[in-house]
């Protein structure tokens, strides 16, 4: 085992502030966009800033890419200081802009060139490498067409390989499913899992739950310019909140009531209670917990006509700092936000 | 895996794409090339009529205008460059760019060279076309007069690249553009010679840099390559160019929230 790598992206009390004209003052007011974030993300690793619009996330984004200047605190990045060596660290990041930032008029192939080319490939170097992202991004007859006539879908992975033209050991990426249809965005995540296990460091905002919990290994939660959870979406998600089962076995109350006052012994069940011919029970577990229920119903011979179980979001993670909910407040887009997780109900034939 | 691309390297690079972007609108290179030779003739005619008056200076009608139609062309070429500014701005394809350690001083002269080509091809079209129709050609004035006026449409360039980088709206730098277009070319001697204006008219001339490259233009365009104001034609336009691109290299470094 070697020493444990340094992390790719070290922030410490990262601060902020913007003056905005015409404000309620004339003259202006401030507004503090990041008040005092922290974090570290280890080398390798898809790491989530999630938080409403408004809450900093892409101002701790372009400070990290060394597109603004922080007021105060640290930033190391790949290794450098953004502040003290912002070309070095240019070197070593790929970024991927909320507006993508492919050139329009020119052709995929022109754009990755170029972007190539500046990063030091010779020519020949830049043309392999064209032809390898094209194959992985899978935009082989797009590249010579002119990037105005590419889909939404097609203009985003040439963005992403245009961001990883020059292998960089970081790949920022802001917002980069806002827009995409189901489809495209569980191909780009497939795509950025693959990045991440060939060594890439990968740190994206989202304003999206399932993308922070399903697509990071680590999340932030981010609210008006502070990080108020951190921690793998599994972790948070317990730490904060518990798995809740239902289920409806065909039997009547007595027996209910039985294997309810059962179950509430069980450590990893917290509560159970019997509710209108259904066993709802709050448990930190919720595999080992259903196992334990279908136990102590087989063990009667009663059958189970249904068993749900709803799983915590990072939004009840969000609920319980804030009293705020991020579907609510998070994206003025509303409907598009984030489905549920796994509030998945198995007809159970026993 | 990350030594970078050296800066002439980069910097033909930047050329090599803006160049495309124009040979992309076929309409902007018709327009250059028939604005400048219109310019001739349907312009020229009228200047026929004052040719020999008092205060005009003497010589075929196009010695005087040639030089003229060159500086508006020199000016023109550098002052659109602030408009796709704009639209990069918006596409994000500066702020991509401005992650990359590509150099911001490339970044900008990328497009103050395509000016420059931009000015030159029509540039040599009027002088060809001048020729033809009774201008007299001095070939060792020409050899300076284009560098000269490079010089002045490098300026604009970056001025104008300045401009859209700090105004970031289409609207605005189309006031700024244009309001500051009518009193430099006309407080320049561009398509009237200032000679024939009153005194506080002229006065006013020698605070526009834009005089300076008029009349060391019209010296070069007559052959006269030692006169003093060649020299100081050159020296305006050197330190407004060097000015220029050094804001146009700001604006491109600062950063924009």
Avoid at chain 1, 67 to 73: E, Q, R, S, V, Y
Avoid at chain 1, 128 to 155: H, I, K, M, P
């Amino acid at each position: 085992m070697s020493a444990p790598p340094l992390p790719a992206v070290q922030v410490t009390g990262l601060r902020k502030s913007f003056r905005v004209a015409g404000g309620p003052v004339a003259g202006g007011s401030t507004v503090e966009a990041v008040r005092g974030i922290d974090l570290a993300v280890a080398a390798g690793e898809i790491f989530g800033l999630l938080g409403p619009n408004g809450a900093g996330k892409t101002t701790t984004l372009r400070i990290l890419t060394t597109l603004l200047p922080a007021d105060a605190g640290d930033a190391r990045v790949a290794g450098e200081d953004v502040r003290r060596a912002p070309g070095l660290v240019r070197r070593r990041i790929g970024y991927v802009g909320q507006l993508g930032g492919a050139d329009k008029e020119a052709t995929g192939r022109e754009n990755l060139m170029l972007a190539g080319r500046l990063y030091g490939l010779s020519a020949a170097d830049a043309r392999r490498r064209c032809a390898e992202l094209a194959e992985v991004f899978d935009l082989g007859e797009l590249a010579d067409r002119a990037v105005r006539t590419y889909s939404g879908g097609q203009r985003r992975r040439l963005e992403v390989a245009l961001g990883i033209m020059h292998r960089p050991r970081v790949l920022f990426l802001d917002e980069p499913t806002t827009g995409l249809d189901p489809q495209n965005r569980a191909n780009l995540w497939e795509q950025l899992r693959r990045l991440r296990d060939g060594g890439t460091t990968i740190f994206l905002t989202t304003h999206y739950l399932d993308e922070a919990d399903q697509l990071s290994d680590r999340v932030a939660i981010v609210d008006h310019g502070r990080v108020i959870a951190l921690g793998r979406p599994e972790e948070l998600k317990r730490r904060y909140s518990a798995d809740s089962i239902t289920v409806i076995p065909e039997a009547g109350p007595d027996v209910l009531d039985a294997v309810a006052r059962e179950l509430a012994d069980v450590p990893f069940i917290a509560a159970a209670v019997v509710e209108q011919g259904a066993i709802r029970l709050t448990a930190t577990d919720a595999t080992r917990a259903l196992a334990a229920v279908f136990g102590a119903l087989a063990a009667r011979g009663v059958p189970t006509r249904a068993a749900a179980v709803a799983r915590p979001t990072l939004d009840d993670v969000f609920l319980r700092e804030t009293g705020r909910s991020l579907r609510d407040g998070g994206s003025p887009a509303g409907g598009a936000d984030a489905g549920p997780t796994g509030a998945g109900v198995e007809e159970a034939a026993a | 895996m990350t030594a970078l691309a050296p800066f002439t390297l980069q910097t033909g690079l930047f050329f090599r794409r803006k160049l495309l972007e124009t040979l992309r609108q076929p309409v902007w290179i018709i327009t250059g090339l028939t604005t400048p030779v219109l310019y001739l003739a349907l312009f020229a005619p009228l200047l026929r009529a004052l040719a020999g008056g008092p205060a005009f200076p003497p010589g075929h009608v196009l010695d005087v205008f040639v030089p003229g139609i060159m500086v508006l062309i020199a000016f023109g070429a550098g002052m659109g460059a602030g408009w796709p500014v704009i639209w990069e701005l918006d596409s994000g394809v500066i702020e991509r760019l401005r992650v990359t350690p590509a150099s911001r001083l490339a970044l900008l002269l990328g497009t103050v060279l395509r000016d420059v080509v931009m000015f030159a091809v029509p540039g040599a079209v009027v002088i060809a076309v001048g020729a033809a129709f009774g201008y007299h050609v001095h070939w060792g004035g020409l050899a300076l007069l284009f560098p000269l006026l490079a010089l002045l449409t490098a300026a604009c360039s970056a001025t104008s690249s300045a401009l859209g980088l700090n105004l970031r709206q289409i609207g605005s730098l189309a006031a700024v553009v244009t309001g500051a277009q009518l009193p430099l070319t006309l407080l320049a001697g561009i398509l009237l010679p200032l000679s024939l204006g009153p005194a506080w008219l002229r006065a006013l001339g020698h605070v526009n840099p834009l005089y300076y490259a008029v009349q060391a233009a019209r010296s070069l365009a007559a052959g006269t390559v030692a006169a003093a104001s060649v020299g100081v034609g050159f020296g305006v336009m050197a330190a407004v160019a060097a000015l220029a691109i050094w804001w146009g290299t700001r604006a491109y470094q600062r950063a924009m929230a």
